[in-house]
Protein backbone atom coordinates (compact mmCIF):
# COMPACT_ATOMS: atom_id res chain seq x y z
CA UNK A 1 0.00 0.00 0.00
CA UNK A 2 1.14 3.73 -0.24
CA UNK A 3 0.52 4.79 2.84
CA UNK A 4 -0.33 8.47 4.60
CA UNK A 5 1.44 8.84 8.24
CA UNK A 6 1.13 11.96 10.16
CA UNK A 7 3.66 12.50 13.51
CA UNK A 8 6.11 10.14 11.31
CA UNK A 9 9.08 11.85 13.36
CA UNK A 10 8.19 11.12 16.21
CA UNK A 11 8.83 7.83 18.87
CA UNK A 12 6.48 5.98 17.38
CA UNK A 13 6.29 7.09 13.89
CA UNK A 14 9.67 6.41 13.41
CA UNK A 15 9.42 3.22 13.51
CA UNK A 16 5.92 3.11 12.26
CA UNK A 17 7.57 4.63 9.02
CA UNK A 18 10.11 1.65 9.36
CA UNK A 19 8.61 -0.76 10.06
CA UNK A 20 6.18 -0.07 6.85
CA UNK A 21 9.13 0.44 4.62
CA UNK A 22 10.90 -2.92 5.89
CA UNK A 23 7.22 -4.57 5.18
CA UNK A 24 7.49 -3.57 1.15
CA UNK A 25 4.44 -0.42 2.05
CA UNK A 26 5.60 3.11 0.53
CA UNK A 27 5.45 5.92 2.63
CA UNK A 28 3.89 9.70 2.37
CA UNK A 29 4.62 11.13 5.45
CA UNK A 30 3.76 14.64 6.34
CA UNK A 31 6.55 17.12 7.70
CA UNK A 32 6.25 20.70 9.13
CA UNK A 33 10.00 21.42 8.67
CA UNK A 34 13.11 20.80 7.06
CA UNK A 35 14.43 18.66 9.88
CA UNK A 36 11.76 16.81 9.89
CA UNK A 37 11.69 16.69 6.16
CA UNK A 38 15.44 15.85 6.09
CA UNK A 39 14.69 12.69 8.41
CA UNK A 40 11.84 11.05 6.38
CA UNK A 41 13.65 11.70 3.33
CA UNK A 42 16.64 9.61 4.49
CA UNK A 43 14.25 7.12 5.25
CA UNK A 44 13.32 6.65 2.94
CA UNK A 45 9.58 7.98 2.90
CA UNK A 46 8.18 10.44 0.47
CA UNK A 47 7.30 13.67 2.31
CA UNK A 48 4.11 15.94 1.90
CA UNK A 49 5.00 19.21 3.57
CA UNK A 50 2.46 21.00 5.73
CA UNK A 51 1.55 21.15 9.80
CA UNK A 52 -1.20 19.10 11.06
CA UNK A 53 -3.91 22.14 10.75
CA UNK A 54 -3.47 22.34 7.34
CA UNK A 55 -6.81 20.06 6.71
CA UNK A 56 -6.41 20.61 2.63
CA UNK A 57 -3.01 19.35 2.54
CA UNK A 58 -3.89 16.56 4.45
CA UNK A 59 -6.78 15.65 2.85
CA UNK A 60 -4.83 15.67 -0.80
CA UNK A 61 -2.73 13.22 1.27
CA UNK A 62 -5.38 11.01 1.87
CA UNK A 63 -6.86 11.12 -1.39
CA UNK A 64 -3.29 10.25 -3.02
CA UNK A 65 -2.56 7.49 -0.32
CA UNK A 66 -4.39 3.50 -0.29
CA UNK A 67 -4.72 4.07 3.69
CA UNK A 68 -3.49 6.26 6.70
CA UNK A 69 -2.21 6.39 9.22
CA UNK A 70 -2.84 9.31 11.94
CA UNK A 71 0.02 9.99 14.81
CA UNK A 72 0.33 13.21 15.04
CA UNK A 73 -0.31 15.08 18.13
CA UNK A 74 1.02 18.52 19.93
CA UNK A 75 4.02 18.54 21.80
CA UNK A 76 2.83 21.08 24.56
CA UNK A 77 1.36 19.96 27.73
CA UNK A 78 2.62 22.20 29.74
CA UNK A 79 -0.73 23.41 30.44
CA UNK A 80 -4.40 22.29 30.47
CA UNK A 81 -5.51 25.18 28.10
CA UNK A 82 -2.13 24.23 25.96
CA UNK A 83 -3.14 20.13 26.12
CA UNK A 84 -6.92 21.27 25.46
CA UNK A 85 -5.49 23.08 21.96
CA UNK A 86 -3.99 20.10 20.94
CA UNK A 87 -7.04 17.92 21.35
CA UNK A 88 -8.98 19.97 19.14
CA UNK A 89 -6.35 20.41 16.39
CA UNK A 90 -6.25 16.44 16.42
CA UNK A 91 -9.87 16.02 15.96
CA UNK A 92 -10.23 18.59 13.18
CA UNK A 93 -7.18 16.71 11.55
CA UNK A 94 -8.93 13.28 11.85
CA UNK A 95 -12.11 14.56 10.76
CA UNK A 96 -10.69 15.81 7.69
CA UNK A 97 -8.46 12.78 6.88
CA UNK A 98 -12.13 10.64 7.80
CA UNK A 99 -14.09 12.85 5.78
CA UNK A 100 -11.56 11.78 2.30
CA UNK A 101 -11.57 8.26 2.86
CA UNK A 102 -15.39 7.92 3.27
CA UNK A 103 -16.76 5.02 1.08
CA UNK A 104 -13.62 3.48 -0.08
CA UNK A 105 -13.21 1.04 2.13
CA UNK A 106 -9.34 1.86 2.98
CA UNK A 107 -7.71 1.79 5.87
CA UNK A 108 -7.48 4.33 8.59
CA UNK A 109 -5.54 3.39 11.65
CA UNK A 110 -5.54 6.26 14.68
CA UNK A 111 -3.87 6.15 18.18
CA UNK A 112 -5.24 6.84 21.49
CA UNK A 113 -4.42 5.53 24.99
CA UNK A 114 -5.56 2.46 26.85
CA UNK A 115 -8.50 2.68 29.35
CA UNK A 116 -8.48 2.51 32.94
CA UNK A 117 -9.99 0.28 34.98
CA UNK A 118 -10.68 0.22 38.79
CA UNK A 119 -9.44 -3.46 39.60
CA UNK A 120 -8.77 -5.07 36.90
CA UNK A 121 -6.38 -5.03 33.44
CA UNK A 122 -8.39 -2.82 31.34
CA UNK A 123 -8.76 -5.12 27.64
CA UNK A 124 -9.76 -4.07 23.81
CA UNK A 125 -13.51 -4.62 24.85
CA UNK A 126 -13.55 -1.71 27.40
CA UNK A 127 -14.80 1.78 26.35
CA UNK A 128 -12.28 4.98 26.36
CA UNK A 129 -13.09 7.12 29.35
CA UNK A 130 -15.86 10.02 28.60
CA UNK A 131 -14.24 12.29 31.52
CA UNK A 132 -10.80 13.85 32.39
CA UNK A 133 -7.81 15.79 30.60
CA UNK A 134 -7.77 13.57 27.24
CA UNK A 135 -11.73 12.90 27.27
CA UNK A 136 -11.42 14.84 24.18
CA UNK A 137 -9.11 12.76 22.20
CA UNK A 138 -11.45 9.90 23.04
CA UNK A 139 -14.36 11.31 21.30
CA UNK A 140 -12.24 11.95 18.20
CA UNK A 141 -11.29 8.34 18.44
CA UNK A 142 -15.13 7.29 18.77
CA UNK A 143 -15.96 9.34 16.02
CA UNK A 144 -13.21 7.52 13.56
CA UNK A 145 -13.95 4.39 14.64
CA UNK A 146 -18.10 4.96 13.69
CA UNK A 147 -16.58 5.62 10.20
CA UNK A 148 -16.91 1.75 9.77
CA UNK A 149 -20.30 2.16 8.76
CA UNK A 150 -19.69 4.98 6.03
CA UNK A 151 -17.02 2.94 3.95
CA UNK A 152 -13.64 3.16 6.00
CA UNK A 153 -12.07 0.41 7.31
CA UNK A 154 -11.02 2.03 10.57
CA UNK A 155 -9.36 1.07 13.93
CA UNK A 156 -7.50 2.58 16.61
CA UNK A 157 -4.65 1.47 18.15
CA UNK A 158 -4.33 2.00 22.04
CA UNK A 159 -0.92 3.05 23.41
CA UNK A 160 0.11 2.37 26.93
CA UNK A 161 1.29 5.38 28.76
CA UNK A 162 4.84 4.94 28.35
CA UNK A 163 6.15 4.46 24.60
CA UNK A 164 10.03 3.43 24.92
CA UNK A 165 13.17 3.25 22.87
CA UNK A 166 16.66 3.50 23.93
CA UNK A 167 15.09 4.67 27.28
CA UNK A 168 13.37 7.29 26.02
CA UNK A 169 9.41 8.47 25.77
CA UNK A 170 6.00 8.04 27.29
CA UNK A 171 5.60 8.40 30.59
CA UNK A 172 8.94 7.24 32.22
CA UNK A 173 10.09 9.63 29.89
CA UNK A 174 8.60 12.15 31.02
CA UNK A 175 9.66 11.13 35.23
CA UNK A 176 13.43 10.81 33.67
CA UNK A 177 12.92 14.66 32.38
CA UNK A 178 11.43 15.71 36.06
CA UNK A 179 14.10 14.24 37.38
CA UNK A 180 17.35 15.34 35.58
CA UNK A 181 15.85 18.71 36.48
CA UNK A 182 14.91 18.72 39.69
CA UNK A 183 17.47 16.35 40.96
CA UNK A 184 15.09 14.00 42.75
CA UNK A 185 13.53 10.66 40.42
CA UNK A 186 10.24 11.51 41.53
CA UNK A 187 6.72 9.50 41.76
CA UNK A 188 3.08 10.48 42.41
CA UNK A 189 0.95 8.81 44.47
CA UNK A 190 2.40 5.96 46.99
CA UNK A 191 4.56 4.12 43.78
CA UNK A 192 2.04 1.28 43.71
CA UNK A 193 -0.14 2.16 40.66
CA UNK A 194 1.00 0.63 37.42
CA UNK A 195 1.49 1.80 34.33
CA UNK A 196 1.56 -0.38 31.05
CA UNK A 197 4.18 -0.19 28.31
CA UNK A 198 5.97 -1.55 24.81
CA UNK A 199 8.73 -0.63 23.12
CA UNK A 200 8.00 1.71 20.04
CA UNK A 201 9.41 -1.28 17.68
CA UNK A 202 7.06 -3.47 19.00
CA UNK A 203 4.20 -0.87 18.61
CA UNK A 204 4.78 -0.31 15.16
CA UNK A 205 4.11 -3.70 14.38
CA UNK A 206 1.36 -4.09 15.88
CA UNK A 207 0.02 -0.37 13.39
CA UNK A 208 1.34 -2.41 10.40
CA UNK A 209 -0.92 -5.42 11.21
CA UNK A 210 -4.24 -3.38 11.83
CA UNK A 211 -3.31 -1.40 8.94
CA UNK A 212 -3.01 -4.93 6.41
CA UNK A 213 -6.14 -6.41 8.27
CA UNK A 214 -7.68 -5.12 11.30
CA UNK A 215 -11.58 -5.26 10.74
CA UNK A 216 -13.63 -1.93 10.29
CA UNK A 217 -14.69 -0.18 13.82
CA UNK A 218 -12.05 -2.27 16.02
CA UNK A 219 -9.54 -1.15 18.56
CA UNK A 220 -6.26 -3.19 19.64
CA UNK A 221 -4.01 -2.56 22.33
CA UNK A 222 -0.01 -2.16 22.37
CA UNK A 223 0.48 -3.16 25.37
CA UNK A 224 3.70 -5.53 26.15
CA UNK A 225 4.45 -4.82 29.87
CA UNK A 226 0.49 -5.23 31.74
CA UNK A 227 2.07 -3.10 34.20
CA UNK A 228 5.05 -1.46 35.79
CA UNK A 229 4.72 -0.31 39.28
CA UNK A 230 5.61 3.66 39.32
CA UNK A 231 7.69 3.28 42.30
CA UNK A 232 10.09 0.55 40.53
CA UNK A 233 10.27 2.78 37.18
CA UNK A 234 11.39 6.08 39.24
CA UNK A 235 14.02 3.38 41.20
CA UNK A 236 15.48 2.50 37.83
CA UNK A 237 15.38 6.04 36.79
CA UNK A 238 17.36 6.73 40.49
CA UNK A 239 19.55 4.12 40.35
CA UNK A 240 21.20 5.12 36.48
CA UNK A 241 20.79 8.62 37.28
CA UNK A 242 22.64 8.82 40.50
CA UNK A 243 20.24 10.79 42.77
CA UNK A 244 17.56 9.87 45.58
CA UNK A 245 13.58 8.13 44.55
CA UNK A 246 10.96 10.25 46.36
CA UNK A 247 7.46 10.41 46.76
CA UNK A 248 6.67 14.16 45.00
CA UNK A 249 3.41 16.05 45.27
CA UNK A 250 1.33 14.96 41.99
CA UNK A 251 1.18 18.65 40.97
CA UNK A 252 4.55 18.66 40.15
CA UNK A 253 3.57 16.66 37.07
CA UNK A 254 1.03 19.52 35.60
CA UNK A 255 -2.73 18.47 33.58
CA UNK A 256 -1.27 14.46 33.54
CA UNK A 257 -0.89 14.29 37.19
CA UNK A 258 -4.94 12.81 37.56
CA UNK A 259 -3.61 9.98 35.53
CA UNK A 260 -0.16 9.61 36.73
CA UNK A 261 -1.94 8.61 40.14
CA UNK A 262 -3.81 6.29 38.57
CA UNK A 263 -3.82 2.74 38.84
CA UNK A 264 -3.78 1.24 35.22
CA UNK A 265 -2.69 -1.88 34.43
CA UNK A 266 -3.74 -3.10 30.55
CA UNK A 267 -3.64 -6.24 28.87
CA UNK A 268 -3.23 -7.26 25.19
CA UNK A 269 -4.40 -10.88 24.97
CA UNK A 270 -7.04 -10.50 22.77
CA UNK A 271 -4.39 -8.41 20.48
CA UNK A 272 -2.86 -10.82 20.65
CA UNK A 273 -4.75 -13.89 19.59
CA UNK A 274 -6.78 -11.64 16.72
CA UNK A 275 -3.46 -10.51 15.25
CA UNK A 276 -0.36 -12.50 15.73
CA UNK A 277 1.03 -9.55 17.46
CA UNK A 278 4.01 -10.56 19.42
CA UNK A 279 6.38 -8.13 21.51
CA UNK A 280 9.80 -9.06 20.91
CA UNK A 281 12.07 -5.86 22.33
CA UNK A 282 12.94 -5.29 25.98
CA UNK A 283 10.34 -4.14 28.62
CA UNK A 284 10.37 -0.85 30.03
CA UNK A 285 12.79 -1.65 32.75
CA UNK A 286 15.14 -2.89 31.07
CA UNK A 287 15.40 -0.53 28.26
CA UNK A 288 16.05 2.07 31.38
CA UNK A 289 18.31 0.49 32.98
CA UNK A 290 20.22 -0.07 29.95
CA UNK A 291 20.20 3.11 28.05
CA UNK A 292 19.73 5.80 31.15
CA UNK A 293 23.38 7.45 31.34
CA UNK A 294 23.65 10.51 34.48
Known sequence: MHVLVTGGTGTIGTA?????????????????????????????????????????????GAAQSDGVISLAFGRDYASPDALARSIAEESAAVTALGEELLGSDRPFVTVSGTPWVPGRASTEADPLPTEGPVAGRARSVTAVLDLAS???????????????????????GMLTEAARRSGVAGYPGDGTQRWPAVHARDAAVLFRLALE????????????????????????????????????????????????????????????EALGWQPAHPGLLEDLENNLRP
Open 150 to 172: RGVRSSAVRMPRTVHDQGHGGFA
Open 16 to 60: VVAELLTGGHTVLALARSDASTKALESAGAKVLRGSLADLDVLRS
Open 213 to 272: KAPAGTSWHAVADEGDAVRDIAAVIGRRLGLPVERVPDENFGPFAPIFAMDQPASSAHTR
